[in-house]
């Protein structure tokens, strides 16, 4: 007789030989030829078994526990099933305590992770905060002021929806902001925003430079606040040849400073637009809604600005206002609920990833 579990041995020994299997929970026979007596069985070095697979560790545990005191005589009455219920009790907890290590095991999420939040509960949230802008955005449209005839009422009624962006940051309390500085950042930027939106007022008295610098001082905010991890080498090399081909096309228009002043803001705005969409990450663990904000309006930026761009030095852009005011106020609500949510937990929880 034999103990091996699915597997076929042999042996010698005092002149004889033999083979023999075995299968179930220990059990098997052999056969041999020339002398008497009990054959000892070996594996031979070529059908040496690989190891185990993690779902026969469970089996192989069984048969080698179960198979203790087996003996090659019969049985005494009732340990067949004395055997039997040995063999399921010691089964059943096997199977039990695997099936808890792999549920602790799933249930072992990372805080970032687990703290991540679904767009609908963020509609929810913030949405009741957003409710002044919407409405400010409204007057602006409803309004419609005329842009040949500046003043200072039309430069409040434009910066108005900023104003309200301020009150929704604002609204999560100091502390937020003193302890996301990425929301701080922010928030930095929407005040800049607003200063520029006052001097685009005034661009045809000679303030249209001014406005440009105060959007270049907020996109440098806003590249900062989206930080540089991931860093994203592929959206960055994207970015760099849309950069690129934008300003080709608008450089035979460009006369004077405005040849390297529009060259450099759109290196700028180029630059904060890879910043924001090198964290965009529709799949895996660490996706989450603020990303997706902060890219989407990085993007509906350029559009805006590159309308601009467009209707000023190369040709006029037809319904160019409505379309510049509303890419541009979509962005900045975007980029403003971005910040609700930090990035630094998320980072954090990719540099623990990567050690």
Not at 263 to 277: E, N, P, Q, S, T
Request: hydrophobic share 50%; glycine share 12%.
């Amino acid at each position: 007789m034999g103990y091996r579990r699915l597997g076929v041995g042999w042996g010698d020994g005092g002149g004889v030989e033999g083979w023999g299997w075995g299968w179930g929970w220990g059990w098997g026979w052999g056969w041999g030829r020339g002398g008497a007596g009990p054959l000892p069985t070996r594996r031979p070095p070529f059908c040496s078994a690989p190891p185990p697979r993690p779902t026969q560790a469970l089996s192989l545990a069984v048969s080698a526990v179960t198979s203790r005191g087996l003996q090659t005589e019969a049985p005494a009455p009732g340990a067949r099933e004395v055997s039997s219920v040995t063999r399921a009790s010691l089964l059943r907890r096997l199977l039990t305590c695997g099936a808890s290590r792999a549920a602790a095991s799933r249930s072992r999420v990372p805080a970032a992770a687990a703290a991540m939040v679904s767009p609908v509960t963020v509609v929810k949230s913030e949405g009741p905060k957003l409710v002044p802008f919407f409405k400010a955005t409204c007057v602006y449209f409803v309004l419609w002021l005329p842009s040949s005839s500046p003043s200072w009422v039309s430069a409040l009624i434009k910066c108005l929806p900023i104003f309200c962006l301020w009150l929704f940051l604002l609204a999560h309390g100091l502390g937020f902001l003193l302890t996301h500085p990425s929301a701080t950042r922010i928030f930095v930027g929407l005040v800049f925003s607003a200063i520029g939106d006052a001097f685009l007022i005034w661009q045809d008295q000679g303030y249209f430079v001014h406005g440009m610098l105060m959007f270049a001082v907020t996109h440098m905010l806003y590249a900062s606040a989206f930080g540089m991890r991931p860093l994203g080498l592929r959206t960055g090399l994207l970015m760099v040849i849309l950069s690129g081909l934008c300003y080709a096309f608008l450089y035979p228009n460009l006369t004077g400073a405005f040849t390297y002043i529009v060259g450099v803001y759109v290196a700028i705005i180029g630059f904060m637009g890879w910043r924001a969409m090198a964290g965009l990450q529709l799949v895996g663990a660490a996706w989450r809604w603020t990303e997706l904000a902060a890219g989407t309006g990085a993007l509906l930026f350029i559009v805006s600005d590159l309308t601009i761009a467009l209707d000023k030095f190369c040709f006029p852009v037809p319904y160019s206002r409505a379309l510049i005011m509303s890419t541009y106020y979509a962005a900045q609500m975007l980029i403003a609920l971005s910040a609700v949510e930090s990035r630094e937990p998320v980072e954090d929880y990719r540099l623990s990833k990567a050690k």
